[in-house]
């Protein structure tokens, strides 16, 4: 179980871009739960600390099997991307923004984004795209200020 939550459904198995293959169903998520469940700001919020916890603990638990921070656990880039969607209106062209930011700050890993990665087992694996998330999020927050 812990692996198939890990991984987002054996996601992580993908041979190549398994993290951008995750990213890509959170935002698919995000955009077709909006209404449904994400409405309120607070609800991502609580969703956003929910994958946290449970992001530390599975990968906490797999560290020994597959290794610090492998490419098999994204549920880490579903944290991110949630993240990167948080404060802005339900809007494709700013969702998308959000996706493609969040990707570049998690796979160039700028700005102390790195240096989370140090951090113990599921925190370390966890706090980088948390923080990935959130520099998408507040220049993405900023354009929407500047455009809505």
Not at 49 to 54: L, R, T
């Amino acid at each position: 179980m812990q692996k198939a939550i890990a991984s987002i459904l054996y996601v992580g198995y993908v041979p190549k871009g398994g993290g951008t293959v995750a990213a890509l169903i959170a935002f698919i998520s995000w955009w077709f739960l909006y209404d449904a469940i994400f409405y309120s700001t607070i609800a991502l919020v609580i969703t956003c600390i929910i994958v946290f916890v449970i992001g530390v603990i599975v990968s906490n638990n797999l560290e020994d099997e597959w290794g610090h921070d492998s490419s098999k656990i994204v549920i880490d880039e579903v944290l991110g991307r949630y993240v990167a969607l948080l404060f802005f209106p339900h809007v494709i062209s700013l969702g998308l923004l959000a996706f493609v930011l969040f990707r570049v700050f998690d796979i160039w890993k700028p700005l102390y984004i790195k240096r989370m990665e140090a951090l113990k087992a599921g925190m370390g694996v966890m706090s980088d795209d948390l923080l990935a998330g959130v520099y998408s999020c507040l220049l993405v927050f900023a354009v929407s200020k500047l455009l809505l």
